[in-house]
């Protein structure tokens, strides 16, 4: 069946450092794939989006790339912030009205 | 206006009462949904409203029943609920359902504690 695999957290930075938040996932044909943050106490808002291979999602420095040949969604950030410290949830639609969510992984960014 | 709005915030309720949570959006979005968060999780789908009809529900107990009035708005009417139903209840709707995976757009929930 489908899934998304996330690598686990918390993801602990200092302020301006690198992020990757990896993704793999599981489907049959061609799902779309989406970055979702969720903020403390906060639901969930869409990140980026990629809807077929190599795409590129991009939204407020975050990026990431589908790719179909590592079936992989990785979220990166170049220079990381305080406020950016949320749960990030990796996900795919490949059947209509179904998202698939990852376990989630939070991060968290120190001054 | 990408906006959904969810109603109460937080909603405090024991196990023999009736509420009810409220969802609207009006961005013109034909499909709703129903998620439940626990602590720690990632939403589970509980129900989907597409044209303003109940296309998926997620095997969920019948102490949750949904509504849909018209296509801005969806309830969640709550009764005999149990201490494990104490959860982030979240709206979520999109542009349409079909074949097409369009992205969800998410309310900022409703916190259910259920004494």
Avoid at chain 1, 53 to 64: C, I, L, M, R, T
Wanted: with cysteine; net charge neutral; proline share 6%.
């Amino acid at each position: 069946g489908n899934s998304v695999t996330q690598m686990e957290g918390p993801v602990t930075l200092s302020e301006e450092a690198f992020l990757t938040i990896n993704c793999t996932y599981t489907a049959t044909g061609y799902p779309s794939l989406f970055w979702y943050v969720q903020y403390p106490g906060e639901g969930l808002q869409l990140l980026l989006k990629a809807t077929k291979a190599d795409d590129k999602g991009s939204n407020k420095g975050f990026e990431a790339t589908y790719r179909k040949e590592t079936t992989s969604f990785h979220l990166e950030k170049g220079s990381v912030q305080v406020s950016d410290s949320a749960v990030y949830f990796c996900a795919l639609s490949a059947v209509a009205d179904k998202l698939i969510f990852g376990t989630g992984t939070r991060l968290q960014v120190f001054p | 206006d990408t906006e959904v709005t969810q109603t109460p915030k937080h909603l405090v309720m024991g196990m023999t009462n009736k509420k009810s949570l409220k969802c609207e959006q009006h961005m013109g979005h034909r499909a709703m949904y129903w998620y439940k968060q626990k602590a720690k999780k990632p939403p589970e789908l509980m129900f989907v409203y597409s044209y303003e009809k109940l296309s998926i529900n997620e095997s969920v107990p019948s102490r949750f029943s949904p509504e849909c009035p018209n296509s801005s708005l969806l309830n969640l009417h709550l009764h005999a609920l149990q201490p494990e139903d104490s959860a982030l209840y979240l709206c979520a709707s999109s542009v349409r359902t079909g074949t097409d995976p369009y992205e969800q757009y998410f309310g900022p929930g409703t916190r259910l504690t259920v004494t």
